[in-house]
Nanobody
Framework: QVQLVESGGGLVQPGGSLRLSCAAS????????MGWFRQAPGKEREFVAA????????YYADSVKGRFTISRDNAKNTVYLQLNSLKPEDTAVYYC???????????????????WGQGTQVTVSS
């Protein structure tokens, strides 16, 4: 397993931007499918985006398509989520996740052998 640590959350006005980072420990990061999920108060955790081992394939939830961008830097063991045109409904705790199961679509979800970060709060409010 890899250990994951998110950063970059905060308070932003509607229409603003943030970039979340997820730093991974371990030497096999490049063989991990990586993704971002979010959980708003009173709601279930939901898929946001995922990226394949090489970074070539990327998948997004319909609600964030065109506004969020997932990327990774395997040399830095880091995956990013760029959040643009933020809306109040994007307010949630954002979690980074990784698994040796490669990302294959918007239904990708880490297995029981996967890893989760501790989460970072994103609040969109004026």
């Amino acid at each position: 397993q890899v250990q994951l640590v998110e950063s970059g959350g905060g308070l932003v006005q509607p229409g603003g931007s943030l970039r979340l980072s997820c730093a991974a420990s371990g030497r096999t990061f490049s063989q991990y499918g990586m993704g971002w999920f979010r959980q708003a108060p009173g709601k279930e955790r939901e898929f946001v985006a995922a990226i394949s081992w090489s970074g070539v394939r990327r998948y997004y939830a319909d609600s964030v398509k065109g506004r969020f961008t997932i990327s990774r830097d395997n040399a830095k063991n880091t995956v990013y989520l760029q959040l643009n045109s933020l809306k109040p409904e994007d307010t949630a705790v954002y979690y980074c996740a990784g698994d040796q199961l490669n990302a294959y679509g918007s239904s990708w979800y880490p297995t029981s052998s996967g890893s989760w970060g501790q989460g970072t709060q994103v609040t969109v409010s004026s």
